[in-house]
């Protein structure tokens, strides 16, 4: 079983458009990230949910909008898409640990590619 | 915001040692030290934790002098599938946090050649 599922894996879309990534996890984690991960591989933290709660929003553009339905879910709505938008995402979950920084577990990416 | 600097790149040769030194001058008593992994076309994927002197897993050992202000992972005996990116992270990891823990930067590219 995939701990950490995101869809689509590609995403291939034009400009203008608005489009959605999801993810979702089963480990039971309470904690869900969005990163963005550009083409030069520099990877960056956009968005950080703890029990469905927004606890990070890392300047990104307000065109980018996360949503939890669950704990178990955290999925990235992006509208009005640009170029500068290609990029893979990365999902990730985490436990929150006493005593201990919290051990991500990632999923596998998707590459959006903007025309 | 605690800071990392890495090497931008590495080569090494299979059945080396492989030591990559993180540098983190700023790094807070709260602070954990983390390394992850990314292969192309995957997600980064954790290897050791450390917060002070020495970890050591079944992949890796962590070496963390005693001021905390660098960190060096050590890749035993590596081989061709060990070349990745390496990411070191310093922060308490906790969204509650802020995003200090979060930054993984350009990471280190490792090329291990035959």
């Known amino acids: 079983d995939t701990a950490v599922s995101q869809t689509p894996k590609y995403l291939v879309t034009q400009m203008g458009n608005d489009k959605s990534i999801k993810c979702e996890q089963n480990?039971?984690?309470?904690?869900m990230y969005w990163y963005k991960q550009d083409s030069k591989k520099f990877l960056k933290i956009m968005f950080s949910y703890n029990n469905k709660e927004l606890i990070i929003n890392e300047t990104v553009p307000n065109r980018f909008s996360p949503k939890s339905p669950d704990k178990a879910h955290l999925n990235l709505h992006i509208n009005s898409l640009e170029l500068g938008d290609s990029a893979v995402y990365f999902c990730?979950?985490?436990?929150?640990?006493?005593?201990?920084?919290?051990?991500?577990?990632f999923g596998p990416g998707t590459r959006l590619t903007v025309l | 915001l605690a800071k990392t600097t890495q090497p931008i790149s590495m080569d090494s040769y299979e059945g080396q040692e492989v030591n990559i030194t993180c540098s983190h001058n700023n790094i807070a008593t709260n602070d954990y030290i983390t390394w992850y992994q990314q292969f192309p076309s995957q997600g980064p994927r954790f290897i050791i934790q450390g917060y002070k002197t020495k970890v050591t897993n079944e992949v890796a050992s962590l070496f963390i002098p005693a001021d905390r202000k660098s960190s060096t992972l050590s890749l035993p005996r590596v081989s061709l599938s060990d070349t990745a990116v390496y990411y070191c992270?310093?922060?308490?990891?906790?969204?509650?946090?802020?995003?200090?823990?979060?930054?993984f930067g350009k990471g280190t590219h490792l090329i291990i050649q035959p």
């Open positions: 990730a979950s985490s436990a929150i640990v006493a005593g201990g920084s919290n051990e991500q577990f």
């Open positions: 480990l039971g984690h309470d904690t």
């Open positions: 992270l310093v922060g308490d990891g906790n969204s509650g946090g802020g995003a200090d823990g979060l930054t």
